[in-house]
């Protein structure tokens, strides 16, 4: 766990390569890997909201 307030402190991803990829393209899989819509959120803060679906109702006739 990261400083406070609890966070991830990091995040390790391990890519399993499948057979028959060529050694000449894995360069291109990492480069794609590491520019991908998620390595691109996650390394730029982003904002995060928080919604409750469906509270429950809490009455006041009871």
């Known amino acids: ?27 291109a899989l990492l480069a794609v890997a590491t520019d991908c819509t998620v390595h ?5 803060e982003p904002e995060v909201s928080i919604t409750l679906v469906n509270p429950p109702v809490v009455r006041s006739d009871r």
């Open 1 to 27: 766990m990261g400083a406070k307030p609890a966070r991830v402190a990091g995040i390790d991803v391990r890519l399993i390569v499948p057979e028959g990829v060529p050694v000449e393209r894995l360069d």
């Open 40 to 44: 691109n959120t996650l390394a730029s």
